[in-house]
C-alpha cells in the first residue's frame, strides 16, 4: 500500500469520487429493492438481480481478460462466500420490507465492528485496547438505535445486524483469496453462487413479474455491479484511510432517498447512534492504516 505523501495530487479526489459514486449506485440499488419488497419476495428480488447481473459481469470479464478472468483456483471458498452473501442480502432485503432505508442502512453500518472482533478469531490478527474501545463504542451507536427492552424496539432492526455480520464473515473470507485473484473475478462468482443458492427458494414463492418491475430489476443488477466495482477500484486508487470514511455518505443518499420517496425521517435516536457507529467505524479504520 502507499504512503499518505506518495499520492499523486489528481489520483486523491479521484478516488474520494469514485467510491461516492459507487456508494450512490448501492443505496439506488437498496431503494429500489426496497420498492420492490412490496410485490415480491427479498429471496426473489436477489435471485432475479443476481440472474441479470451475473451475464453483465461476465461479459466485462471476457472483454478486458478473455476467458482466463472466468477461472479461480477458489471456488470451495467463493461457495462458502456466496453463501454468506445470500444470507446477508436476504436478511437486509427482509429488514428494508419491514424499516426506514435510513435506519436499516445505519446499522448495516456495524459491519467494521465485526470485522474488527472477528479477525482475532479467524485471521488470529492482534487488536489493540483503542480499537477494542472503538468497537466497544461501535456497540453502543447499535444499541442507540435498536433501544432492546424499550416500547420503541422492533425485533425487525436485528437483521440489519444480522446483515452487518454476515457481510464482515464475507470480507474476511476475501483475506483468505491469494491477491492474484482479480477484483471482477471476485464479483462474477460473489454473484454467481447467491444466484445458485437463492433458485430453489425463489421458486418455491414465485410471484409472476410485471412488466413494469423488468426496469426495477434491471437497474438494480446494474447499480449492485456498478457500486461494487466502482467502490473496489476507489480502494485500488487511494489507502483505506482515505476513502473508507467516505463509505459513510451512503447515510446521506438513504436518508434523503428515505425522505424524498417515503417521506421517511429519522429520529434521533437514529441519528444518534448513527453518528455513534460513524465515529467507531473512522477510529478503526485510522487505526488499520497505522499498523505495518
Given at each position: 500500500?502507499?504512503?499518505?505523501?506518495?499520492?499523486?495530487?489528481r489520483?486523491?479526489?479521484?478516488?474520494i469520487?469514485?467510491?461516492?459514486?459507487?456508494?450512490?449506485?448501492?443505496v439506488?440499488n437498496?431503494?429500489?429493492?426496497?420498492?420492490?419488497?412490496?410485490?415480491?419476495?427479498?429471496i426473489?428480488?436477489i435471485?432475479?438481480?443476481?440472474?441479470?447481473?451475473?451475464?453483465?459481469?461476465?461479459a466485462?470479464?471476457?472483454?478486458?481478460?478473455?476467458?482466463?478472468?472466468?477461472?479461480?483456483?477458489h471456488?470451495r471458498?467463493?461457495a462458502?462466500?456466496?453463501?454468506?452473501?445470500v444470507?446477508?442480502?436476504a436478511?437486509f432485503?427482509?429488514a428494508?420490507?419491514?424499516m426506514?432505508?435510513?435506519e436499516?442502512?445505519a446499522?448495516?453500518?456495524?459491519?467494521?465492528?465485526?470485522?474488527?472482533?472477528l479477525?482475532?478469531?479467524?485471521?488470529?490478527?492482534?487488536?489493540?485496547w483503542?480499537?477494542?474501545a472503538?468497537?466497544?463504542?461501535?456497540?453502543?451507536?447499535?444499541?442507540?438505535i435498536?433501544?432492546?427492552?424499550?416500547?420503541?424496539?422492533?425485533?425487525?432492526?436485528?437483521?440489519?445486524?444480522g446483515?452487518?455480520?454476515g457481510?464482515?464473515?464475507?470480507?474476511?473470507?476475501?483475506?483468505?483469496?491469494?491477491?492474484?485473484?482479480?477484483?471482477?473475478?471476485m464479483?462474477?462468482?460473489?454473484?454467481?453462487?447467491?444466484?445458485?443458492?437463492?433458485?430453489?427458494?425463489?421458486?418455491?414463492?414465485?410471484?409472476?413479474?410485471?412488466t413494469?418491475?423488468l426496469?426495477?430489476?434491471?437497474?438494480?443488477?446494474?447499480?449492485?455491479?456498478?457500486?461494487?466495482?466502482?467502490i473496489?477500484?476507489a480502494?485500488?486508487?487511494?489507502?483505506?484511510?482515505?476513502?473508507?470514511?467516505?463509505?459513510?455518505?451512503?447515510?446521506?443518499?438513504?436518508?434523503?432517498?428515505?425522505?424524498?420517496?417515503?417521506?421517511?425521517?429519522?429520529?434521533?435516536?437514529t441519528?444518534?447512534?448513527?453518528?455513534?457507529?460513524?465515529?467507531?467505524?473512522?477510529?478503526?479504520?485510522?487505526?488499520?492504516?497505522r499498523?505495518p
Open positions: 500500500m502507499r504512503s499518505l505523501g506518495t499520492l499523486n495530487a489520483e486523491t479526489p479521484m478516488a469520487l469514485t467510491i461516492c459514486a459507487g456508494v450512490m449506485f448501492l439506488a437498496d431503494a429500489m429493492a426496497k420498492l420492490l419488497t412490496d410485490r415480491y419476495a427479498p426473489q428480488i435471485f432475479l438481480r443476481n440472474l441479470i447481473a451475473v451475464p453483465l459481469i461476465a466485462v470479464i471476457l472483454a478486458v481478460f478473455g476467458r482466463t478472468g472466468l477461472r479461480s483456483r471456488l471458498l467463493h462458502l462466500r456466496g453463501l454468506l452473501m444470507v446477508a442480502a436478511l432485503f427482509t428494508l420490507k419491514l426506514p432505508l435510513a436499516a442502512t446499522l448495516v453500518f456495524s459491519a467494521p465492528i465485526f470485522i474488527t472482533a479477525s482475532v478469531p479467524l485471521l488470529g490478527e492482534q487488536v489493540g483503542r480499537r477494542w472503538a468497537v466497544m463504542l461501535g456497540f453502543v451507536g447499535v444499541l442507540v435498536v433501544r432492546p427492552g424499550s416500547a420503541a424496539f422492533q425485533p425487525a432492526a436485528l437483521l440489519p445486524v446483515t452487518a455480520l457481510y464482515a464473515l464475507f470480507m474476511i473470507t476475501a483475506r483468505w483469496i491469494g491477491r492474484d485473484e482479480r477484483l471482477w473475478t464479483m462474477l462468482f460473489a454473484m454467481l453462487f447467491p444466484m445458485i443458492y437463492a433458485a430453489g427458494p425463489a421458486l418455491a414463492v414465485w410471484t409472476p413479474v410485471q413494469a418491475d426496469v426495477l430489476f434491471a437497474a438494480i443488477a446494474v447499480c449492485g455491479s456498478l457500486g461494487l466495482a466502482l473496489g477500484q480502494f485500488r486508487m487511494a489507502p483505506a484511510a482515505i476513502v473508507a470514511p467516505f463509505d459513510y455518505t451512503a447515510l446521506i443518499w438513504a436518508t434523503g432517498l428515505g425522505w424524498a420517496i417515503w417521506g421517511d425521517i429519522p429520529g434521533v435516536w441519528m444518534a447512534g448513527a453518528a455513534i457507529i460513524v465515529m467507531s467505524g473512522v477510529i478503526i479504520i485510522l487505526r488499520e492504516a499498523q
